[in-house]
């Protein structure tokens, strides 16, 4: 069973050596607050949570599920104890402003606490996972009367919230969406329709839930630009905060799913629920997006933390685990056969999931930082840095979540190889990981989304290229001073180098083609995707490379030898046998479209 344990050297190491949180801290005006003895307080005790309160429920929760009985939601057996303990411990308002009860800290050490929680228990991760989109919303689009009411019960945890998009009809095209919105009179709202596979729509861990919707005024233009956003809450919330009758919001039953069975995944019915309007009508849409950015980037950690878990259950029986001898000789002579680990094809897949893990890990904790500036603009209202922060964060989000879903499902599946038939079986958890790891690539938009929204939005509508240009230049920046070095580290620089020109030619002639045949985009957008998130992996181990041979040269740092030598001969794995793959997707993303549509849809099929 994988038992998890914080990778807390390697959090620390990506902190303090390679992305210097410390001075990210000073410079957000948080260096005191933040400073490293309270940050490794905070991990610390993150740690011990999750390795002894959520970790023990992840295989259990996973077997049991969810219980729906007479629109009642019951979560598995020990998820309201270790609910309770999160919300005990302030975990909720970690980075919220102190006025609602929050702790005022950088949201990055949210999303840090975030992956600990979801590599230790993913289901689990999404009850508060959730409020966090619906805490975000009220904090940028709330009056202060919302704010008042529900802010403060959201960031305690003492209150979840939701994110309602989904209908029968539509999912990743929200223009569809039907739920109507009637004024009442009183300026408020009745809500008509029926939202599906809404997480932690229903549960017994809280007494009340704030569902954010998406729905329809009367007068609305059709498509996006129709759709507003509200607040319902479960049960109506009087003036003086306590809790009112059951609202007209219901719960039509839990879908069963392929995996998170812990999370409850809701039909909700909205029969004229009550509700308040969020920011302005028909502006919803631009509203729920506003921090979709950092939504994504909580959903790209599950890559990372399936990823991490796996290659933890996996490590642990590689190296127990014998069979037959290596080919160059006995490795363990006093054994009956040499363990697992010793051999290629074994190391191979482990090998991919440390590299995914670490180097996913490192993807996230720096876009984390640039999380951090975003929203200390955004609660100083300051709307040029703003834009400037989401611009930048806009282009690494859908190469973070898609990629790193894709990934992470990858390295769940070697996890589970690596254990033979023994990965197959349920009592092990090999396989809850891989069915657990399957959703991140669907809900938060899909990978084709994902990939549609960085090709054709952010790269070629949004900035013609710019963002590609500018992160390009900061690869090679790094590269150059390795450029002539011999050895691993300068034929990573190289490499590195190489396919940062080849990045900004792909993406000069995915606009040229593009500018031919509208499709061009369609067709070359996943594989633009993965050519880009395979890029800015090598990116981050290529510098974690060039920080742990510092630290080797100087012959001191806070970790051991082997730590950093093993960092360098994981950065050279990935260079020498996953980054290859980025050429192929290269060369598959200038492939014509009309491949891809030239059959008739009548004749896709032989049957
Ligand atoms: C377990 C679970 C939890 C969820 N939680 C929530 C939640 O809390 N709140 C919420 O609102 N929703 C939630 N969802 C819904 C989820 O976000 C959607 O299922 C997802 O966005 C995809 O939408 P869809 O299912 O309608 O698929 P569709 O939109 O029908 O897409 C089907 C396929 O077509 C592709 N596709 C669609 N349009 C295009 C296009 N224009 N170009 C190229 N490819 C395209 C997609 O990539 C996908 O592969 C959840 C779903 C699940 C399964």
């Known amino acids: 069973m994988p038992l998890y344990k914080a990778p807390l050297r390697d959090m620390r190491f990506l902190m303090n050596e390679v992305l210097d949180y410390p001075g990210h801290y000073a410079q957000l005006g948080a260096a005191e607050r933040a400073s490293p003895d309270t940050v490794d307080a905070i991990l610390e005790a993150a740690a011990s949570y999750c390795e002894d309160v959520l970790s023990p429920l992840y295989l259990s929760g996973g077997e049991e599920g969810c219980h729906f009985e007479a629109g009642m939601v019951r979560t598995p057996t020990g998820y309201q ?41 993913w289901a689990f991760n999404m009850y508060p996972g959730l409020s966090i989109g619906c805490i975000n919303t009220l904090m940028q689009y709330g009056n202060e009367e919302v704010k008042s009411l529900y802010l403060p019960r959201l960031v305690s945890g003492e209150w979840t919230g939701t994110m309602c998009l989904t209908e029968p009809q539509c999912g990743s095209d929200l223009a569809q969406v039907r739920t109507q919105a009637r004024p009442t009179g009183d300026g408020r709202f009745a809500i008509t329709g029926t939202k599906i596979f809404i997480s932690s729509g229903e549960h017994d861990l809280t007494d009340n839930i704030v569902h954010i919707v998406l729905a329809r005024l009367p007068d609305a233009p059709a498509g996006t630009r129709g759709i507003s956003l509200f607040l319902v809450s479960k049960h109506l919330v009087q003036s003086d905060g306590r809790l009112g009758e059951r609202n007209r919001v219901s719960c039509g039953s839990i879908e069963h799913k ?18 308040t309007l969020i920011g302005e009508p028909h502006k919803g849409l631009e509203a729920m997006f506003t921090f979709m950015n950092t939504a994504r980037i909580g959903t790209a950690i599950q890559g990372v933390a399936h990823a991490e878990l796996s290659f933890q259950g996996a490590l642990a029986y590689a190296k127990e685990r014998r069979s037959m001898r290596s080919l160059s000789g006995k490795k363990e002579p006093d054994q009956v056969a040499d363990a697992l680990v010793w051999h290629p094809d074994v190391r191979r897949m482990l090998l991919t999931q440390k590299a995914i893990a670490e180097g996913g890990r490192a993807m ?53 190889q690596v254990m033979g038939g023994h990965g197959y079986i349920r009592e092990h958890g090999m396989e809850q990981i891989v069915r657990d790891a399957r959703i991140a ?6 990978t084709g989304i994902q990939a549609l929204d960085l090709l054709g939005r ?107 030598k093993a960092k360098i001969e994981t950065a050279q794995f990935y260079f020498e046998r996953l980054l ?5 997707h290269r060369h598959m993303a200038l492939q014509p479209a009309q491949t891809l549509l030239q059959t008739p849809s009548d004749h896709l099929a032989a049957t």
């Open 441 to 446: 690539t669907l809900y938060e938009g899909t």
């Open 580 to 584: 290859p793959r980025a050429d192929a």
């Open 364 to 416: 996230i904790y720096a876009a984390a930082q640039r999380a951090d500036l975003l929203y200390t603009a955004a609660w100083a209202k300051d709307e040029a840095a703003y834009q400037h922060h989401d611009g930048l964060l806009g282009f690494y989000t859908p190469i973070l979540k898609g990629f790193l879903t894709e990934m992470g499902l990858e390295a769940a599946n070697h996890g589970m």
């Open 458 to 564: 952010k790269v070629l509508l949004q900035t013609q290229g710019r963002c590609v240009r500018d992160y390009t230049r900061q690869i090679r920046t790094l590269a150059r001073p390795q450029l002539w070095s011999k050895g691993p580290l300068g034929r990573m620089a190289r490499s590195l180098t190489w396919r940062a020109i080849q990045w900004r030619v792909l993406t000069l002639r995915v606009m040229l083609q593009a500018r031919r045949d509208k499709e061009q985009v369609g067709a070359a957008a996943y594989d633009y995707l993965m050519y880009s998130g395979y890029v800015m992996m090598a990116y981050h181990w290529a510098q974690m490379a060039f920080v742990a041979q510092a630290a080797l040269t100087r012959g001191q740092g806070p970790e051991s030898q082997g730590f950093y």
């Open 258 to 275: 392929m995996g998170i069975a812990a999370s409850a995944t809701a039909v909700l019915n909205f029969d004229g629920a009550i509700a």
């Open 81 to 121: 104890a270790a609910y309770q303990q999160f919300v005990a411990a302030g975990w909720q308002g970690l980075s919220y402003p102190a006025q609602y009860g929050g702790q005022d800290l950088p949201m990055s050490l949210n999303l840090l606490k975030s992956e600990m929680m979801g590599t230790a228990n």
